[in-house]
């Protein structure tokens, strides 16, 4: 019988392989994996949901201290609404927006290459959006 932490840190292992075709990969204390792509902060964790149910939830920041604007806020609620992979999310704070994408998926069973190339969508998809948004605060 495979344990909780056995399934996560397979899957981890796994997704690190995956993304150090591509990139620099950190492994942190509590075995989160780290990494930018581009100026695109990442981090990857896994967690078992149930039985059978493990999942790899991936985080980028896309954009930070933003100032507030109400049309940067909506633009990225459109996006948010048109995207395949990834739920964007505005966090408003004392120096500004934040804008993250945040990625949660099964993974149990995905060879490295998969795993890797559906990584790189979501991660290429924030990068595209920082663009996006840093060219829109500065017009």
Not at 36 to 60: D, F, I, K, N, Y
Not at 92 to 114: I, Q
């Amino acid at each position: 019988m495979t344990t909780e932490a056995t399934t996560e840190a397979t899957l981890l292992t796994k997704a690190r392989q995956s993304l150090e075709t591509f990139h620099d990969v950190h492994v942190d204390d509590d075995g989160a994996l780290t990494f930018r792509h581009g100026e695109v902060p990442c981090a990857v964790q896994a967690m078992q949901l149930a039985e059978g149910l493990t999942v790899l939830s991936l985080t980028c920041v896309v954009a930070w201290d933003l100032p507030e604007d109400q049309n940067l806020a909506v633009s990225a609620a459109e996006r948010a609404g048109q995207g395949l992979f990834g739920t964007l999310g505005v966090v408003h704070s004392d120096r500004g927006m934040d804008v993250t994408l945040r990625y949660a998926f099964p993974a149990d069973g995905l060879e490295v290459t998969a795993l890797g190339t559906l990584l790189m969508l979501v991660v290429s998809t924030a990068s595209q959006l920082r663009i996006d948004l840093l060219g829109e605060s500065t017009t």
